[in-house]
């Protein structure tokens, strides 16, 4: 999954793969973004005030955006390509039919869409709670923590 850069510890490059086989490879410096993001939905799941009654609703708040991540790939010439991972919050309206008739009531959900490009420009779409987000992202970062090691000379500071 990940390859240590030179420098900041989370420097790291997603490798992503489909039924086993390379997919595309994403990411600049991503695992910072991913290390905040987990943060960010633990946090919001743990909220008791705000507009989402639901934990399976709620994600980080942003400012006038609902992209959480886009990751790609670059060539060091500035080029684009190689995959694309990247994570969209929408809101979905859901029809509760009532008792009899008629009645019912809109119920809004917000799930995340998890989008991946490989190299080829193939696309996959994973609709995830709150929760699912919460804990692929968490898999994410234990597997960058554990391919970066213990902090050794030349990795300065693993904070995150």
């Given at each position: 999954?990940?390859?240590?850069?030179?420098?900041?510890?989370?420097?790291?490059?997603?490798?992503?793969?489909?039924?086993?086989?390379?997919?595309?490879?994403?990411?600049?410096?991503?695992?910072?973004?991913?290390?905040?993001?987990?943060?960010?939905?633990?946090?919001?799941r743990?909220?008791?005030?705000?507009?989402?009654?639901?934990?399976?609703?709620?994600?980080p708040?942003?400012?006038?955006?609902?992209?959480?991540?886009?990751?790609?790939?670059?060539?060091?010439?500035?080029l684009?390509?190689?995959?694309?991972?990247?994570?969209?919050?929408?809101?979905i309206?859901?029809?509760?039919?009532?008792?009899r008739?008629?009645?019912?009531?809109?119920?809004?959900?917000?799930?995340?869409?998890?989008e991946?490009?490989?190299?080829?420009?193939?696309?996959?779409?994973?609709?995830?709670?709150?929760?699912?987000?919460?804990?692929?992202?968490?898999?994410?970062?234990?597997?960058?923590?554990?391919?970066?090691?213990?902090?050794?000379?030349g990795?300065?500071?693993?904070?995150?």
């Open positions: 999954m990940c390859r240590d850069s030179v420098g900041s510890p989370y420097e790291v490059t997603l490798e992503l793969h489909r039924d086993g086989a390379p997919y595309g490879t994403v990411g600049e410096r991503c695992g910072w973004f991913l290390s905040r993001l987990a943060r960010g939905v633990a946090e919001a743990a909220e008791r005030d705000g507009p989402w009654p639901d934990p399976d609703d709620r994600f708040e942003l400012p006038d955006e609902e992209e959480l991540f886009a990751f790609r790939y670059r060539t060091r010439n500035g684009v390509g190689g995959g694309e991972l990247r994570c969209r919050l929408r809101t309206p859901v029809w509760v039919p009532g008792g008739g008629p009645a019912g009531e809109w119920r809004l959900t917000r799930r995340a869409f998890v991946a490009w490989g190299s080829g420009g193939v696309g996959l779409r994973a609709v995830l709670t709150s929760a699912e987000l919460g804990g692929f992202v968490e898999a994410l970062v234990a597997e960058a923590e554990e391919c970066l090691g213990p902090q050794r000379p990795n300065p500071g693993r904070t995150q």
